[in-house]
């Protein structure tokens, strides 16, 4: 079975601190994504990665950096952290370059007070 | 060109009746379409997935069916249960994509006993 472990389930952070999201795939997965999760709005990609240390910004990168500096692992990094940015963080892995299926991880509901 | 609108946000059905949610996208070149399911305090999974050479797809009691030509597709529950109480998420993808798949907004689906 696939497994996508996120860092946290739940992460109560102040503004303008730096915060980081941690992700990890078990199943030697070419591209990890990050997304975020808000009533209404479905699931907005943040950042993707489709090989070591490539990524490529999504629909709403502002605001956010990732970094993959091995296969398994993607973080999320969110420089100055924002009101704005509190949200339900989800990280999935795919195996294939083109369209697959992804696998989520569990999400990290994030809050920024 | 990339979005994918999902409706309705909302949906309520008695038990054993037929949930259905419908997605409409714009951009001719997708040719991928999956539905994912997500249940409380987990991540999105991949419930049934179609592409456009075909019109519809079956299994179990979940149907995709694909109109190519109206840009539009749409998810069938038959004999809806409770246990199928979850959020379902339409997506498309391009095969030349990098795995990168457009959400939809996401429908809350609640099967009353």
């Known amino acids: 079975d696939v497994k996508v472990t996120q860092s946290s389930r739940y992460l109560v952070k102040r503004t303008g601190e730096k915060v980081f999201l941690e992700c990890v795939q078990d199943?030697?997965?070419?591209?990890m994504f990050w997304y975020r999760q808000d009533p209404g709005l479905g699931l907005r990609l943040i950042y993707f990665?489709?090989?070591?240390?490539?990524?490529e910004k999504g629909d709403i990168p502002e605001g956010y950096s990732v970094s993959r500096e091995k296969k398994e692992r993607f973080s999320l990094i969110l420089e100055s952290a924002s009101t704005n940015q509190t949200s339900m963080y989800l990280c999935?892995?795919?195996?294939?370059?083109?369209?697959?299926?992804?696998?989520f991880g569990p999400g990290t509901r994030l809050t920024v007070l | 060109q990339q979005q994918v609108k999902q409706s309705p946000q909302s949906l309520i059905v008695q038990k054993g009746g037929i949930s259905i949610i419908n997605c409409a996208y714009e951009?001719?070149?997708?040719?991928?379409f999956p539905w994912y399911q997500q249940f409380p305090g987990k991540g999105p999974a991949l419930l049934i997935a179609?592409?456009?050479?075909?019109s519809e797809k079956k299994e179990g009691r979940f149907t995709i069916s694909f109109n190519k030509s109206a840009k539009q597709f749409s998810l069938h529950i038959m004999d809806s249960q409770p246990g199928d109480s979850a959020t379902y998420f339409c997506?498309?993808?391009?095969?030349?994509?990098?795995?990168?798949?457009?959400f939809g907004q996401g429908t809350t689906l609640q099967v009353k006993p």
């Open positions: 999935a892995s795919s195996e294939n370059r083109g369209p697959d299926t992804q696998y």
């Open positions: 199943m030697d997965h070419e591209n």
């Open positions: 990665s489709y090989d070591v240390k490539m990524k």
């Open positions: 179609i592409r456009p050479d075909v």
């Open positions: 951009n001719t070149a997708f040719d991928y």
């Open positions: 997506a498309a993808g391009r095969s030349s994509n990098t795995g990168k798949l457009i």
